[in-house]
């Protein structure tokens, strides 16, 4: 059905411009054999014929173009249904072999794109002139307008598909939001990832480069770092700082050991060859079919492309697919060479569990930065989220619907994250849920002044979301009460040195009853960074003039932080007298 529907459509332009050309060759020879009987214009317009009667120079001139449209109409017909019929040929050729698929997909692109760029320059001219010529044929008047519209929009469609051609044959670039480390200033991260790639026999990636993007991949691609003006090439392997505090060292050796896993044995050559030229092909289709919704000229003329091309993908889809099922299984496989299984395991439930988290988080940046707020470290929000924010009680149901779902990937789709937990020998309901909490200790020790980078980073992805339309108001009133709630609520919670999960609820819960205004980021933010909190005896100067029902409010409220592990510290106790003297006498 697919390949009938391909079919039709790379046809229909061919199939007009020879069914225009038949029928004012028709008209032509109609009033031809009106005079004469016995002749038609292939009769008139043969070399003997002009050379004893050169009067039919122009009639012959002007029918010399309409038969060139009609050759040129089965030439494009013939070879678009040969491009079509190479991909299957070249598919069934490949099989599910890596090294061939390696070897075939990437020329094959390049080629067909060539030919391609030239199928919609010959069929842009065959639709303009054939639009022209059964216009003047059928109503002896010709809007230019349109059919110039189509022309320049056939022009353009090709011009942007050779464009593409090109960028597409040459090495892929992936841009990503980061920033590049050196061996000189992290050695102890290069160490580590270079001592997993020589216990699995694997190429080490050239470069590093870490992001707030909640994800570990390696691409073979050149990267090009938001910020940094240096192009990488060769092995970039990015690590997310966010992952890196709430994964364990294990759960992080697992992660990068599946990583390089795709860059040792057979399939080296296929991660280098194949998976970036498919990744830009499916990228390339994708952006035309966004282009095809708009309905302008430049559409039209990129149908047999884009036709040719999806067509292209599906054939080789089905391959594909058994492919990258395989070779994460194998990488799969080399993580429990470096790690235990058991690591890898969790470590694919937590990017699933809390990649919501992620998005949450996001859209409140967002939010606040249309306020004019600005948010310090993501990084440490999102640790906080997960240390602080899970419900423990819905893991159970949380973990059976991931168990379906797949981990995101530039390059290519992963099979379901259950799936790959039982090819590594383990149960999804034998795992322990408490392994899929915040650990005691991360692996972003790793990563030299790593508070630092993720400072820069979330300075960073907040331009970004500017850059990308969020408005930010030039001015906007702050609601202080809402941060003296935030702030005092922090010091509470900060006073006896521990930072504990019923003080962050309730302080919370509460400040939002009191206010509706009240800020979660701005109070954790005070929570992460005790020195940006306002002192004391400034905050009680600011709420000396409140209304006395709203500082026994303030009151009750940190009471009830201070109590919510169900022990007030000498320290909170000492906060509290402080704050019932100044506030309640």
Known sequence: ???????????????????????????????????????????????????????????????????????????????????????????????????????????????????????????????????????????????????????????????????????????????????????????????????????????PPGNIVIGLEPNFYVTSADVKVIGDDKMLSGETLFLSLPLARIFTLEEIKAVIGHELGHFRGKDTYYSRKFSPVYAGLIHAVSSMETEETDNNFSGIAKIPAFVLLSYMVDVFHRNVSTIGREREFEADKAATEVAVPAALATSLLKISLYAHAWNNLQETLIARLEQRKMTRNMSKLFASTVKYDVNKESLPEVLSNISQETISHPTDSHPPTGIRIQQLGIQMESIDNSLLLMPQEGGINLIEDYIELEEKLTTLQQQYYVALGVQVPDEEEANYGALILAALGAHMVLADGKVEQEEIDNAEAIGVALSEDFDRIDFREYCHYPESIPSIEDLIDAISEMPSEWKKAIYDYLKEIAGADQEISPEEEKLLERLKTTLLN
């Not at 079509?84 to 069934?92: E, K, M, T």
């Not at 090294?99 to 199928?119: D, Q």
């Not at 000189?184 to 216990?199: G, T, W």
Request: proline residues 4%.
């Open 1 to 203: 059905m697919k390949f009938l529907k391909a079919l039709v459509l790379l046809i229909v332009i061919p199939l007009f411009g020879f069914g225009v050309s038949k029928w004012v060759l028709y008209d032509l020879n109609a009033k031809i054999a009106k005079e004469n009987v016995n002749l038609t214009i292939s009769k008139l317009c043969t070399p003997e014929m002009l050379s004893q009667f050169p009067s039919l120079q122009p009639l012959c001139g002007e029918v010399r173009p309409i038969l060139w449209m009609q050759d040129w109409s089965i030439i494009s017909g013939i070879v678009a249904i040969l491009l079509l019929l190479s991909f299957v040929f070249f598919a069934l050729v490949a099989g599910k072999s890596r090294t061939r698929i390696a070897r075939i997909f990437p020329p094959l692109v390049f080629c067909s794109l060539l030919v391609l760029s030239a199928l919609v320059l010959i069929q842009g001219v065959i639709l303009t002139y054939g639009a022209y010529l059964a216009e003047s044929t059928a109503i002896q008047r010709v809007h230019f307008i349109l059919i110039g519209g189509i022309g320049l929009g056939a022009l353009l469609g090709a011009l942007s598909l050779i464009h593409s051609s090109f960028k597409l044959a040459s090495k892929q670039t992936h841009t990503v939001i980061g920033t590049t480390l050196s061996p000189d200033s992290n050695p102890n991260i290069f160490a580590f990832v270079q001592d997993i790639a020589k216990k699995l026999g694997a190429t």
